[in-house]
């Protein structure tokens, strides 16, 4: 099902297309290109976050940062990469080709702060971003940590704690 976006001025033109088997939302742009696509669950997750009238879109705060990350498929295709981000929720991975929003990864990857230590855990991809927006934004997929050691978890979020602390006090 496609809906026509007509009553906000500042996207009229663009649609969004619902995809019930897959439980995603599209967004279309004004020349009928797929800009990016969004789980029902994110869109859940979104909502249940609002906090008097603030919203969160993620769990656990997150920073830039450029890592390597390598990441499989459950059909067992493998892949290399590079991080844009990362948080104790789950990382962007920056792709030209992303994966379906939906699939199912595992992600092996090692903190700049603990580079002998292999943090390995599974995912699944939330959200993508198809084409690079404003040269300022790489196209990839935003990957939820679905089964992540604690301990990485607590390490993930500890150095993104330090991270923002480091950016803020410039």
């Known amino acids: 099902m496609k809906l026509q976006v007509t009553a906000t001025e500042v996207h009229q033109g663009k649609a969004l297309e619902v995809d019930y088997d897959q439980e995603t939302i599209t967004l279309i742009g004004t020349k009928g290109e797929a800009v990016g696509t969004v789980t029902w669950s994110s869109i859940i997750d979104y909502i249940e976050s609002a906090d008097e009238g603030s919203r969160h879109v993620r769990a656990h705060p997150r920073a830039p940062l450029a890592i390597k990350v390598r990441y499989a498929t459950q059909g067992g295709k493998q892949f290399e990469s590079i991080t844009g981000g990362i948080g ?83």
């Open 88 to 170: 104790g929720g789950g990382l962007f991975i920056e792709s030209g080709t992303p994966l379906p929003v939906g699939s199912e990864v595992t992600v092996d990857f090692s903190l700049p702060d603990r580079p002998l230590e292999r943090v390995k855990a599974k995912a699944r991809v939330a959200w993508i971003r198809k084409k690079p927006e404003r040269y300022l934004l790489f196209p990839g997929m935003g990957v939820q940590f679905t089964d992540i050691p604690p301990q990485a978890r607590q390490q993930v979020i500890d150095l993104v704690s330090a991270l923002n602390q480091n950016r803020l006090a410039r």
